[in-house]
């Protein structure tokens, strides 16, 4: 039975590997027109952005591994079907279910492999994927900034900018409106301008050329001061401290569980005297009371968020051997072992999948599902699919089996 463990192993590793390879391509490929279009057209050095493309793609592959399997499996089994494979190992006594063991053993080690994956090495190429895209920001500041619309990022300016060139970083018809504190706001035109980061990082120096200052004299608001300038300097502020925050700040996918049920803890803690004043809402103003449950609230579900994203790290991997289960069947009794249709079942089954992922993580956060249902609904739906299937085709192949043995011996 080893040469027969062994011969499925082989048969399922070509199609998983030209699969992974088909499949994270298709998904990289939004990625990968913005990224050409960041060296083309933006002149960011082709070694910065090659490290970001590079670190794209463990997210990726956290979502094209589990459809792998359900590729290799669909195609594999649908191969020994097609070539009447299966005629002679049931002709042998082998029973249906002993050619299930040797992959679903293979998708145990994957699964495992994918999980440790998804909780510890992809936490940390998001943060620095992050981080990179910052530092890209950084030194080409007018990469964030978007054609007609107004950027209001900055304390106390709101700026539209009409034409921006990424290569030269010059900007081109500019309109800002300024309002500082209870001064008089002023509106200043310019007919282009340049964008760069000051040596500290603490500002951006924004130098305007050829335009106007426009403001009403805060003394008598009958009159009306317009000012023409070659040149004007203006600098917007960055908070190096919140700069800090944001480097340093990592959302519930730049974590692994461990930092998530740690996050957890500390708000439970926060959220127990909170909860203790809601018990005891009698002596509380409406107002109060309103905002307090409000907080209680969104406690919670910030709690939620991080348990689904937990959850979420071990249903996905998971999902491998789901797939394993429902696609040996599936192969069998499509009994076709091309590209084409194991590519076109597989996507039906992930949408499905996927849709549901997306549709329990809306419900545990409207606080509707439990995380852990939320996340594994999908897996057991499909996982007790695939084991009636499983049941009924090993019922099938011992069915055969038997009328051929009576065949025979009659």
Known sequence: MKIIDRYLIKGHALPFFLALTVLTFVLLMDRLFELINMIIQKKVPILIVSKVFFLSLPYMLTMTVPMAVLVAVIMNYGRLAQDNELTAIRSSGTPFI?????????????????????????????????????????????????????????????????????????????????????????????????????????????????????????????????ISFKKHILYLPMDPQIQHQVRTYRSDREMSSAMMKLVIANIRTELKPLQAQLADSSSLPPPRLSQLSSEVHNRVSEIRRYQVEIQKKMAIPAACLVFILIGAPLGIITRKGNLGVSFGLSLGFFVLYYIALIGGEELADRQILSPVLAMWAANMVLGICGLILLFWKNYEFSFKKNRYADKNTG
């Open 98 to 226: 002993r050619l299930i063991i040797a992959p679903f053993l293979a998708g145990i080690i994957l699964t495992a492999g994918l999980y440790l994956f998804n909780d510890r090495l992809m936490p940390e190429t998001n943060h620095m994927v992050k981080n990179l895209l910052m530092d890209i920001s950084e030194t080409k500041p007018t990469l964030q900034l978007k054609e007609n619309i107004f950027i209001t990022d900055f304390p106390d300016y709101n700026i539209l900018i009409r034409r921006i060139d990424p290569k030269t970083s010059e900007l081109g018809n500019i309109t800002i409106y300024e309002q500082k504190g209870n001064s008089q706001p002023r509106t200043i035109l310019a007919s282009k301008g340049r964008l760069m980061v000051t040596p500290q990082a603490a500002s951006l120096k924004l130098e305007l050329m050829n335009g106007e200052i426009h403001q009403l004299d805060p003394e008598d608001k009958t009159r009306y001061h317009r």
